[in-house]
């Protein structure tokens, strides 16, 4: 027994076999389901892991040789050279066949080195360990720079690979003091140091064993929902503008409803068309229309507020949903995005062919009456009524005169009521003729 240790060190030798064994066979597992070539580096880095004990319990049946020693070494230390191959593979990073290539070479040095040596107390140790630490201590830094996301796991493997470094470099450090002084350093001590190190690495290895899978879930749930999130964005945007499409815009509208209607706020609603859009596609193609549609959109975005929603609602109409806005508010934005499309300069927008105007509609919420289908009708005659006037207007015009009016509710009695009456009966099927 030794003071660092609850078991005896074949005992222990044993178990770290067991252990690296299953946990080489888990990763290759893993391999196989998901398909990541991480997994199958840490597999060959846990299996070669355990050989290299078994090759060093083999020093009990056959003795100190080329197997139990340069061999055993050799393979322990291929556990942390395939730790870092892991981890740029992991990472998405460059540099494992430079690992590889840098690698190589030391590794076939030490091993001729320990045939040399592998009678010496002290440098097979000494060697090995230093080259132990150092490699952790570089997986450590790789996730330390490089990793995402970043958090609890990953900080548990950083913290792992710094703790098996330290232990490494510090055994190094003691069997350099017992070559300086080896009267002061007990042979007792050395070789309770070996199982100590073996015992921090059986347990950090199975840290990381936990936490590469569980890092793994965690970015492929990150992805999953940036995926989700990005087809969503997809389902709510209008493929040519980018804006919101109708679906969107409806939804939205009925959440603005739902608050402001209690709370008695205004809430406006602007619909805005392109005049003699198809005029503009018979003559100069889909093309001009397009380059009309977005050049709309981008005017309308600008003059827009943060928390307004913003969404084409048809072929060629917007639609622009104004929270806390007063219709005569509304109708000033409305106649702004109005004067910019009739002035919109040309050179800047080469792609639009002709001249173009817009017309708008505006409606504002009543509290006491209104719902989205009654709000975006009152919205849709408004507009129907400038498309009326000639178009390249706005109704109800802005008050440039005189405050907005004080009672939203009065307002919108006032223009969905009597002005918008005889618009709403000229739409009902057999006015023109005189139906009474």
């Not at 929603?309 to 005569?328: M, N, Q, V, Y």
């Not at 178009?391 to 509710?409: F, K, Q, V």
Request: hydrophobic share 50%; glycine share 8%.
């Amino acid at each position: 027994m030794y003071p660092f240790s609850v078991i005896d060190p074949n005992t222990l030798m044993l178990t770290a076999i067991g252990v690296f064994s299953v946990t080489g066979l888990f990763m290759a597992l893993a391999h196989g389901i998901r398909n990541e070539r991480a997994y199958a580096w840490l597999a060959a880095g846990n299996l070669s892991f355990a050989i290299g004990w078994a090759l060093a319990l083999a020093e009990n049946v056959i003795g100190v040789g080329w197997i139990t020693v340069p061999l055993s070494n050799i393979f322990l230390l291929l556990l942390p050279v395939m730790l870092i191959c892991a981890s740029l593979e992991f990472l998405r990073l460059p540099g494992i066949g430079f690992a590889l290539i840098v690698s190589s070479p030391i590794v076939l040095t030490l091993y001729f080195v320990l045939a040399e040596t592998m009678h010496h107390p002290i440098i097979p140790g000494a060697l090995t360990s230093s080259l132990d630490g150092a490699m952790y201590l570089g997986t450590a830094w790789i996730f330390n720079r490089y990793s995402y996301p970043r958090g609890s796991v990953v900080q548990a493997i950083i913290g792992a690979n710094v703790l098996i470094g330290a232990v490494f470099i510090a055994r190094t450090a003691v069997l350099l003091f017992a070559s300086v002084a080896p009267e002061r350093v007990a042979p007792l001590f050395l070789e309770q140091l070996v199982y100590t190190a073996l015992f921090v690495n059986l347990i950090c290895a199975l840290a990381q064993a936990l936490c590469f899978p569980l890092l793994d879930f965690m970015r492929a749930e990150s992805d999953r929902s940036r995926v989700s999130r990005r087809l969503s964005n997809l389902a709510d945007r209008d493929s040519l503008t980018g804006t919101y499409n109708r679906r969107a815009f409806t939804v939205r509208l009925e959440v603005e409803i739902q608050f402001h209607k209690p709370n008695r706020l205004p809430l406006s609603v602007i619909v805005l068309d392109i005049d003699h859009l198809d005029a503009i596609n018979d003559s100069y193609g889909r093309g001009a229309g397009d380059a009309a549609l977005l050049a709309t959109a981008e005017i309308v975005e600008s003059c827009s507020r943060g928390n307004d929603t913003f969404a084409r609602f048809g072929d060629d109409e917007f639609a622009l949903l104004l929270p806390e806005t007063t219709i005569g508010q509304a109708s000033a934005m409305a106649e702004s995005i109005r004067a910019a499309v009739a002035n919109l300069d040309r050179g800047e927008q080469p792609d639009v062919a002709v001249p173009m105007t817009c017309s708008a509609g505006v409606a504002s919420l009543n509290h006491r009456s209104d719902t989205q289908s009654t709000l975006l009708a009152n919205a849709d005659i408004a507009l129907f009524e400038a498309k009326r006037s000639g178009g390249n207007c706005i109704y109800p015009p802005p008050n440039i005169n005189g405050p907005a009016m004080p009672d939203e509710d009065d307002a919108h009695a006032k223009i969905g009521g009597s002005d918008l009456s005889l618009v709403a009966a000229m739409l009902e099927p057999g006015a023109e003729q005189g139906e009474p």
